[in-house]
T-cell receptor, first 114, second 111 residues
């Protein structure tokens, strides 16, 4: 299995621009998670889905952030407009049936907002 | 509020030595305690996990020790190897609940 696939690996954008991060979970996994990693705040859960339905988005920092999962094999995290403080590594993870047990993380998207 | 506190922030150990990372949690309802290993440029990967019904779990050179009364758990890496150099995260959570991650420990194993 190819694992969780994220794109792009690196994104550099200017403040105010829209950013879209993409994730393909492992086939058959029914949970999908979006995390953000920074030196200051560590790993933060932004939102997670079960069977394509958002379950908890309480970690989404602001209305500028939105996430969708139109089908079992694809999810997006969008930031509009982006700000320098959004600079971080964004990880997508998936798991099968066990919720937060045994998360499989992608390699992440390094986002830099200038 | 940080619910899982991890220490040390970093450690250097010689090849063959023992690496010890400690974590403390606050929520007594937590019943799942995993450790994740992260290499540069990669996402975290599950290394080993424990539930509070046992005090120790061993997988190869990696051992989790769990002290329920003290609300602490630790990761021991025996016979540390240069390939173990990575950042290690502890986490805690409830079954079917969200995980709280520690801040991470960067481990460097010198040859």
């Amino acid at each position: 299995d190819a694992g969780v696939i994220q794109s792009p690996r690196h994104e550099v954008t200017e403040m105010g621009q829209e950013v879209t991060l993409r994730c393909k979970p492992i086939s058959g996994h029914d949970y999908l998670f979006w995390y953000r990693q920074t030196m200051m705040r560590g790993l933060e859960l932004l939102i997670y889905f079960n069977n394509n339905v958002p379950i908890d988005d309480s970690g989404m920092p602001e209305d500028r952030f939105s996430a969708k999962m139109p089908n079992a094999s694809f999810s997006t995290l969008k930031i509009q407009p982006s700000e320098p403080r959004d600079s971080a590594v964004y990880f997508c993870a998936s798991s099968i049936s066990g919720g937060f047990e045994k998360l499989f993380f992608g390699s992440g998207t390094q986002l830099s907002v200038l | 509020q940080q619910q899982v506190k991890q220490s040390p922030q970093s450690l250097i150990v010689q090849k063959g030595g023992i690496s010890i990372i400690n974590c403390a949690y606050e929520n007594t309802a937590f019943d799942y305690f995993p450790w994740y290993q992260q290499f540069p440029g990669k996402g975290p990967a599950l290394l080993i996990a424990i539930r509070p019904d046992v005090s120790e779990k061993k997988e190869g050179r990696f051992t989790i020790s769990f002290n329920k009364s003290a609300k602490q758990f630790s990761l021991h890496i025996m016979d540390s190897q240069p390939g173990d150099s990575a950042t290690y995260f502890c986490a805690a959570g409830q079954s079917w609940g969200k995980l709280q991650f520690g801040a991470g420990t960067q481990v460097v194993v010198t040859p």
